[in-house]
């Protein structure tokens, strides 16, 4: 089984909002309106929230966003644009890869091989009137854009090679999102591209693949996975927000390009801290490695992205923007070596030998009992995963996990004094508690400077079963 964290926990859906001020009342007094509430959906709940944040702040809750998850495994990106299209929601968010097949060639420029090559980079263009230049090209087919979110970098990750140069990547099949951009990418490095939704797909037959740290952490690719070039960002895979234009107002349009602008910065955070966080996770379980391309490797693979570029350019927006893209990149400073992703340094916790914790422990409670549960993170800890009987076993360093009817998750346990660390291969995670034996009677208490302690180990007591 695999308890989430608070780091780890699903998003649910997110009111945000505020208002304007309401009519004047027979006294002379005002009324503030009910909230409007629109829909949003969206395939990365997580990625959404600085923007359903800002709409909060910038509208003063006049306007509230239900965000409805929509995962590309079961709604496509080109439904995404059709359902907002249709009026099915108000608002969809659309990774920026997906307009080039309904037609929309102005944001293929974010997409284009090593062009926006790191979040501080993707940070300034999205922040720059590039991005709302782009965003005008939607109004073609009836949409009003809101704003561009910046999203993850997406590394070559190698499964049955390393991907370091175009001579790695020649004749091999590399998974990628639909992207014509991306295909046409990977075969000018003679790599074969292949579909797919990722995001926990197999990954059978296939020797790589361009994918997002967080992505290969959260899917557990690294069971597959052996390297992660993290000095390569083949491109970045930015969201575009886009309303339909007939069921919003123009004051609500503005309000909600407003905070889309202002959610550009807490979202290259947020991109940042979560790749920091999985890359930490991926060290610990100790699975695949963390490798750097050399100088004249970085050139071949820009030299052999030239015949897209040049096809890129022959759209003469297109073009515009990869040359304002280039004037912001040389305006930033070169990226420090130590700023590149590594390992290096990372020790998974060191398991101690027999302690006085060594023992079986077992809780139950209901979803019921953990839904009303004080300490609960939030809404997305409340799963199948995280509720019913529960046996805690702790053995000479090592812990296992398991729920009846469920699945076992094993790891190692380190214990210093009344605190202990339960750090799960699965996840990768390490949890933190503050503990107590007391007559056979375990009691665990989170304890933040320690870490994470996710709510079902504290709903209710372990009883020492073994």
Same mark, same amino acid.
């Given at each position: ?21 309401? &009519?004047? !009342? *027979?006294?002379?007094?005002? @009324? ?38 929509? &995962? ?50 993707? @940070? ?11 965003? $005008? ?59 797919? $939704? ?8 296939? !020797? ?11 899917? @557990? ?30 004051? +609500? ?30 060290? /610990? ?27 890129? +350019? ?37 398991? $101690?030998?027999?302690? *006085? ?17 004080? =300490?609960?993170? !939030? ?15 702790? *053995? ?6 398991? *729920? ?17 660390? =339960? $750090? ?9 508690? /503050?503990?107590?034996?007391? /007559? ?27």
């Amino acid at each position: 089984m695999n308890l989430l964290s608070k780091l780890g926990a699903a998003v649910v859906v997110v009111a945000a909002v505020v208002g304007c001020g309401g &009519p004047a !009342d *027979k006294a002379g007094g005002s @009324q503030t309106p009910d909230p409007v509430t629109l829909t949003l959906a969206t395939p990365v709940i997580e990625e959404s929230q600085p923007f359903v944040e800002e709409v909060g702040r910038v509208s003063g809750n006049s306007i509230h966003l239900d965000l409805l998850s929509r &995962p590309s495994t079961d709604f496509t990106e080109a439904e995404l644009i059709r359902s907002v299209e249709a009026g099915e929601v108000d608002l969809a968010v659309v990774p920026a890869r997906a307009w080039h097949a309904r037609g929309i060639k102005d944001f293929d420029a974010l997409s284009a091989p090593m062009a926006v090559d790191s979040l501080t980079l993707e @940070q300034q263009v999205l922040a720059s009137d590039v991005a709302a230049d782009m965003l $005008t090209s939607v109004s073609a087919i009836g949409l009003a854009g809101i704003g561009i979110l910046p999203g993850p970098m997406r590394k070559p990750v190698g499964i049955t090679r390393k991907l370091l140069g175009p001579a790695d990547f020649r004749g091999a099949r590399i998974g990628l999102s639909a992207s014509e951009v991306g295909m046409r990418a990977l075969q000018a490095l003679g790599a074969t591209p292949v579909t797919s $939704t990722l995001g926990g797909a197999p990954l059978e037959r296939m !020797d790589g693949l361009e994918y997002q740290v967080t992505g290969i952490q959260g899917a @557990q690719y690294d069971n597959v996975a052996r390297t992660i070039t993290a000095n390569v960002s083949l491109w970045a895979r930015p969201l575009v927000i886009v309303a339909n234009s007939k069921k919003l107002g123009a004051g +609500q349009v503005d309000m909600l390009r407003s905070a889309a602008r202002a959610a550009v910065r807490s979202t290259t955070e947020l991109q940042r801290k979560t790749e920091i966080e999985s890359a930490s996770v991926l060290c /610990r379980r100790g699975k695949l490695q963390f490798i750097t391309a050399g100088g004249a490797q970085l050139q071949q693979l820009r030299a052999a992205f030239a015949p897209v570029n040049s096809w890129l +350019q022959q759209d003469a927006k297109t073009k515009s923007h990869l040359e304002r893209i280039q004037a912001l990149r040389a305006q930033l400073p070169a990226t420090a070596a130590s700023n590149v992703m590594s390992c290096a340094g990372s020790q998974p916790p060191v398991a $101690t030998a027999a302690s *006085k914790l060594d023992g079986v422990y077992e809780t139950s409670f209901t979803k019921a009992e953990l839904a009303a549960s004080p =300490l609960l993170y !939030d809404a997305g800890e409340i799963n199948d995963d995280n509720w019913g009987d529960l046996t805690l076993t702790i *053995k000479e360093g090592q812990v296992a996990l398991s *729920k009846r009817g469920g699945g076992t998750d094993t790891g190692t346990c380190t214990v210093r004094g009344d605190t202990v660390l =339960l $750090t799960f291969s699965g996840s990768g995670e390490t949890f933190g508690f /503050r503990w107590n034996l007391y /007559r056979d009677t375990l009691t665990l208490r989170r304890d933040e400077s320690l870490g994470p302690g996710p709510t079902p180990f504290l709903v209710k007591p372990w009883r020492r079963a073994g």
